[in-house]
């Protein structure tokens, strides 16, 4: 599950790492809730993005979890890792697909039009919520990939809500 002793019975080897601080765990499940719960973005942008940033990390236990309901297609899976040739992907999720192509290794390479092309969907706090998510979908990468927390392949049907499972 992870390098880490100690680990406490959860519902997913990443809640039991987190657990280690309950009140870490607490607040991290209601920022990462958040941003699914209020649907401050749309959850197949949130999805898309999600899994793009995980390939890019090659974090296989982020990879390994599936929102049923965000409303991501099997096309769209099959041709994330080449989504700019891809046909299966709207402008607003390319625009988006781009935006989280910069955010692991080349975040000082986010241009005005980067956010322009945003920004022609979404609105500003869309924009910064979209944001938010793609620097905490990073983060969660990170944190698999150093803590060492193994892939527990999941298909859910919503989310992670403040209130569920965080995997």
């Not at 002793?5 to 009140?23: D, K, N, Q, R, T």
């Not at 309901?69 to 769209?76: E, I, L, R, Y």
């Not at 390479?109 to 910064?128: F, I, S």
């Amino acid at each position: 599950m992870s390098w880490l002793h100690g680990l406490a019975e959860a519902s997913s080897a990443f809640e039991a790492v987190l657990g280690l601080h309950p009140e870490l765990l607490q607040l991290y499940r209601a920022f990462y809730g958040a941003l699914w719960d209020h649907h401050l973005v749309a959850p197949n942008l949130l999805e898309l993005c999600r899994l793009r940033i995980a390939a890019i990390h090659g974090c296989e236990a982020e990879r390994a979890i599936r929102h049923a309901a965000a409303g991501v297609t099997d096309a769209q899976l099959a041709a994330l890792d080449r989504w700019r040739a891809a046909g299966c992907f709207s402008p607003v999720e390319r625009a988006a697909l781009a935006l989280a192509d910069k955010m692991p290794w080349e975040h000082h390479g986010v241009t005005d039009e980067d956010v322009a092309a945003l920004r022609v969907h979404l609105t500003d706090p869309q924009v910064v919520a979209l944001t938010v998510a793609l620097t905490l979908f990073d983060a969660n990468c990170r944190l698999r990939l150093v803590l060492d927390i193994a892939p527990q392949h999941r298909l859910v049907e919503i989310p992670a809500a403040a209130h569920g499972v965080l995997y």
